[in-house]
Structure formats: structure tokens, C-alpha cells
């Protein structure tokens, strides 16, 4: 039966799309079964994964919309033991498409109970909004990571999310738990950036990942020709802390057992 994790946070350009492809692709590249559902009307999850936008026929609106059962959305990836439901701009319309119909949270939570026990994993790439995609995303999740840059103003707006979670945690998902903050476009060369890694931890303490992700341009990259950096470059940094990325969550799940010189986490 598959974890589902949703990766949120209502600020763009955080890095949260490239966590999800990369992610997803190292928890497959682990030997581990992984579904990742692109939630975000741009759909760069599912272009980043280098399907065609303009020959996708059914997508993630199908199933929240016409109840279009989820093995009959599913692509294959090129990495295996990765699967995508894909998204498209059409999903813009759906919040409002929504608002009348019966259990409007839930709807995703109900597509994804159909396909859950053929995974290892579920991961939801969020649209950046606190709106009813995203609280379909959490009412269907176990937990929820949050990408938070390590920039100016890296915390503002998380009092909002963090908000919107302990909402959705008293109804409709009370078993929801935050898995994490991950902190990513790190730059070794700046003092701003150790200084917000310094302010997250102070905050979040240990529910901060050791792993950081660092800025590294074959990320950027690898999601222009349509892959995971770990089938454009393997050597590379960000291959490097997404594999780190994927280990820490499974040893926080129990889910495998990675000795001391296993870990390079940065």
C-alpha cells in the first residue's frame, strides 16, 4: 500500500515540480514502485518528464471531473518503475467545475484509493496555491513535504500553508503529518543561504531533512530535455542530493536500513 506525499508550498519558483520529478525518479532508480501525480495546471511535472502536452488525451482533470478511473490516465516514464498522471491547463477550470459536487476535498483521495495498492509511493506535485487542488492534494495524502528556498523571504508565506494544513488535519484528513522541510536552491557561495538554513532549522528543528538540495544547472537542464537528472546526468550534484533525498526518506519510513558511509548528506 503506497505512501502518498504531496510536496506544497504556495510560493512558485521554490523548486518544488523539480523535487517531485527527481524525487520520484530516485525512489524508482531504489528499487521502489512510485506513481507521481502532477496536481498543477502548468503541468511542468508531466513536460518535465518529457511527455508532449499536445498529445496527451485524458489527464488528471478526467479523473477529478468525470471520475475517469486512474489506470486509464497512467503514462509510463522512461525511468523504470515510474508512472505519471498528467496533467494539463484544462485543470485550471477544475476548482470551479468542483465547487457543487459531492465530497469536493475528496475526489482525488478516491481516484488515488483505486491504483494505491500498486505503489510504493505517491507523490502529488502541488500547484502553487492554497486553493481546492490543493486541499484535494492533502485530504489524499499521509503527509506533506514542503520545499522551502533558501532565499530572502524563504518563511514568508509558510505561516499560510502551515495554516491551511492544520485545517485540512482537522477535517477532512486528521492522520495528515508533515514529513518534512526540505530546503533546496542552496548556494555554497552565499551567506544568505547558510543564514536561512540557519533560521529553518532554528524554527522546524528536526523535522528540517539533512539533505539540502544545492543549486546545480543540470537540474534546469535535465528538465529541459524532458528527464530526471538522473537519466540526463547521473554524476551530477542534483542526481547526487536527490539519491541522498530519496534514502533519508525511506530510512525516516523504516522502509530500509543505509549505514553511516551510505549518507552524503550536504
Do not use: W
Amino acid at each position: 500500500m503506497a505512501k502518498i506525499i504531496s510536496i506544497a508550498n504556495q510560493k512558485g519558483g521554490v523548486g518544488k515540480t523539480t523535487t517531485a520529478i527527481n524525487l520520484a525518479a530516485s525512489l524508482a532508480v531504489l528499487d521502489k514502485k512510485v506513481l507521481l501525480v502532477d496536481g498543477d495546471p502548468q503541468a511542468n511535472a508531466t513536460s518535465g518528464l518529457g511527455f508532449d502536452l499536445n498529445t496527451i488525451k485524458t489527464t488528471i482533470y478526467d479523473c477529478f471531473i468525470d471520475d475517469i478511473h486512474p489506470s486509464e490516465v497512467i503514462l509510463k516514464t522512461e525511468v523504470a518503475g515510474l508512472d505519471l498522471i498528467p496533467s494539463h491547463i484544462d485543470l485550471v477550470g477544475a476548482e470551479i467545475e468542483m465547487l457543487n459536487m459531492p465530497n469536493r476535498e475528496s475526489r482525488l483521495k478516491l481516484s488515488l484509493e483505486k491504483v494505491k495498492d500498486q505503489y510504493d509511493f505517491i507523490l502529488i506535485d502541488c500547484s502553487p496555491s492554497l486553493g481546492l487542488l490543493v486541499i484535494n492534494a492533502l485530504t489524499a495524502s499521509d503527509s506533506v513535504m514542503i520545499a522551502v528556498q533558501t532565499e530572502y523571504f524563504a518563511l514568508e508565506g509558510l505561516g499560510k500553508l502551515l495554516n491551511t494544513i492544520r485545517i485540512v488535519q482537522s477535517h477532512p484528513n486528521n492522520n495528515l503529518d508533515i514529513e518534512g522541510f526540505l530546503l533546496t536552491m542552496y548556494d555554497t557561495r552565499l551567506n544568505l543561504s547558510n543564514q536561512v538554513v540557519e533560521e529553518v532549522r532554528k524554527h522546524f528543528d528536526n523535522m528540517v531533512f539533512d539533505t539540502i538540495i544545492q543549486r546545480n544547472v543540470k537540474l534546469s537542464e535535465a528538465s529541459s530535455y524532458g528527464k530526471p537528472v538522473i537519466m540526463y546526468d547521473a554524476a551530477s550534484k542534483g542526481a547526487e542530493n536527490y539519491l541522498n533525498l530519496a534514502r533519508e526518506i525511506l530510512q525516516r519510513n523504516n522502509l530500509t536500513a543505509v549505514s553511516e558511509a551510505e549518507k552524503v548528506f550536504e
